[in-house]
């Protein structure tokens, strides 16, 4: 049974930082690239970066130099440290595998930059 659960957002001045985490089940993590995702709202969600589990890294042109993904492969939780934040990062945030299979998607985490 897949299984993500990700937590660490809240409210964050512009120039803020935070770090998402997401906890996914043991066998959907061990076959997947992992990868963070967004949506906000009235948009269609974006794929932010990804990482595969020799730790190769991509990321979109939107977050390149500003937001960093890893993963800790024993607690099979990938992490999404975002740094330098603006208000166009608002959304609510998931991670998933790359590419999705399937339609499942944990609950996500809400992210909002405002001062």
């Known amino acids: 049974q897949v299984q993500l659960v990700e937590s660490g957002g809240g409210l964050v001045q512009p120039g803020g930082s935070l770090r998402l985490s997401c906890a996914a089940s043991?066998?959907?993590?061990?076959?997947?690239?992992m990868a963070w995702y967004r949506q906000a709202p009235g948009k269609q969600r974006e794929l932010l970066a990804t990482?595969?589990?020799?730790?190769?890294?991509t990321y979109a042109n939107s977050v390149k130099s500003r937001f960093t993904v890893s993963t800790d492969n024993a607690k099979y939780t990938v992490y999404l440290q975002m740094n330098s934040l603006k208000p166009e990062d608002t959304a609510v945030y998931y991670c998933?595998?790359?590419?999705?299979?399937?339609?499942?998607w944990g609950q996500g985490t809400q992210v909002t930059v405002s001062s």
């Open positions: 998933n595998s790359f590419p999705v299979r399937g339609n499942y």
């Open positions: 043991r066998s959907f993590f061990s076959i997947s690239t």
């Open positions: 990482i595969t589990h020799d730790g190769r890294t």
